[in-house]
């Protein structure tokens, strides 16, 4: 019997250095072969490390090879060929049906291959396995899964709580200077310096999408989102959206195409000053199984409406299309990178609100065990105006010019690494702890800078932001 099946595929077990490749193979068959039942040979599987530096060669050399076979299927998977690593786990079952670990990896592969017909006859196999009572429960969640994927229409929500702290909420200039109708000026309102400040903010998210009937997986969705960020001082720096979204998948073996039209409403500090309207379509083409390369185009109808703080906001409203393009690479099931590219341009009722940007992006996500991951992005860019704003150049033909850059990390687990079942007893104590085991917390540090050739809008600031997350799915 078994007590958990490691999907990382961490090397476990130890062998003589002088041996080659092909005496290691055959070492290591020979070992299993002499063990007896399907509970010792599935856990001396479970001990096999993760196939590194086998080739599709050294299965042919020795086809029957299970040890072998099972190796590269664990190495397939991490490089994201997971058709491959479903052909090689067949072939296992066939020359020995009883090894539980070969059965549980084969079907989860085939609930990730949407194959839910054979992924609920291999998890229903598996029941009649002898198996612990944790590798029942994880069947039991995928069974359940299935279950969920097969009806037509699926609903989930999403409720976000967290708070954050800036060292420069108001974006105000870093040399606390401010160009005034061509002249450089010190900034001596202590309100319009730097002000660090504390916001607690809300995130709710529902979506309902409706499967077509179609074999491809076609199918149409909506959504609607609302967020509030509340200010502990800086008052009329309070945001709230509200946004809704209704759009479709068009899936084919290798591309995804996604229209999505779009409406989103905010306010500052209670006063509405934005109502956007438009559409974005997004293609998603599956390159090679680890490579995705993807594209997307956007418009946006921007109007803006005065408010006590700035009656001039009217004054931005217009246009914004915006493209993109990238690739997503999958290194392995646990690392993927995401590099991309934009261009955009922003019409406004004023030229010099008018401008045309581009910009880069790499990100990368780490999965680690237990649920845990890792998160980190830097982008930079160029803004570049159409004309000086007199207001603020005076006279002078200056533009302004900015260069945006980000760079963000973020941590994140759920409460169930941090909490102990037994610490809530049973009744009561137990579905509490079931309801807060899956929120998600994460804590992330981001700074974010401007420098701009005017000194308005030279700027930098550091966020520090907790966040917990719960959704359901039904």
Do not use: C
């Not at 944790?134 to 009806?151: E, F, G, N, P, T």
Request: aromatic share 12%.
């Amino acid at each position: 019997m078994f007590a958990s099946i490691p999907l990382s595929g961490t090397a476990r077990a130890q062998e003589p250095a002088a041996l080659d490749a092909q005496q290691r193979a055959n070492q290591m068959q020979q070992d299993f072969e002499e063990l007896s039942g399907a509970t010792e040979k599935s856990k001396f599987l479970l001990e096999t490390d993760d196939g590194k530096g086998i080739t599709f060669a050294d299965i042919l050399r020795d086809p029957d090879n299970i040890v072998l076979n099972f190796r590269w299927a664990k190495a397939q998977m991490a490089q994201g060929n997971i058709r491959g690593a479903s052909a090689t786990l067949e072939r296992i079952l066939i020359l020995e049906p009883d090894l539980a670990p070969v059965r549980l990896y084969y079907a989860i592969i085939q609930y990730r291959l949407d194959s839910l017909d054979i992924a609920q006859a291999q998890f229903e196999k598996l029941r009649a396995l002898p198996i612990s009572d944790d590798v029942a429960s994880q069947i039991d969640l995928y069974l359940d899964q299935i279950k969920k994927r097969r009806q037509r229409v699926k609903q989930s929500l999403s409720i976000s709580f967290g708070g954050h702290y800036d060292t420069n909420r108001n974006s105000a200039p870093s040399d606390n200077e401010r160009m005034v109708l061509g002249s450089l000026q010190e900034i001596t309102n202590t309100g319009d310096r730097h002000q660090s400040d504390i916001g607690y903010m809300a995130a709710a998210h529902y979506d309902i999408t409706y499967d077509l009937g179609y074999q491809a997986g076609h199918d149409v969705f909506a959504g609607v989102t609302g967020y509030y960020d509340d200010q502990v001082r800086l008052d009329n720096l309070d945001v709230g959206t509200a946004s809704f979204e209704v759009g479709g998948h068009w899936r084919s073996p290798y591309v995804t195409i996604t229209p999505t039209l779009i409406q989103t409403a905010a306010e500052l500090n209670n006063e509405k000053f934005l109502t956007s309207r438009g559409a974005r379509v997004r293609v998603d083409w599956k390159f090679q199984p680890d490579t995705t390369l993807w594209g997307q185009t956007s418009y946006f109808d921007e109007r803006y409406g005065a408010t006590p703080d700035s009656s001039a906001l009217p004054l931005r409203s217009g246009q914004r299309y915006q493209g993109k393009a990238g690739v997503t690479y999958a290194w392995n099931n646990q690392n993927r990178t995401t590099f991309g590219l934009t261009m955009a341009r922003k019409e406004a009722a004023r030229s010099y609100y008018t401008y045309r940007s581009a910009g880069a992006e790499l990100s990368h996500t780490l999965l680690l065990a237990g649920g845990k991951y890792i998160l980190g992005s830097l982008s930079y860019g160029v803004d570049q105006y159409q004309q000086p704003d007199p207001l603020v150049t005076g006279s002078t033909p200056l533009t302004r010019k900015d260069y945006p850059l980000r760079a963000r990390l973020s941590y994140g687990s759920n409460l169930a690494n941090l909490l102990d079942a037994a610490w809530f007893g049973s009744g009561i104590g137990r579905d509490f702890y079931q309801f807060i085991a899956p929120v998600s917390w994460s804590i992330t540090e981001e700074y974010q800078a401007t420098s701009s050739n005017i000194a308005n809008y030279d700027y930098d600031n550091w966020r520090t932001q907790i966040l917990l997350s719960r959704r359901w799915a039904f």
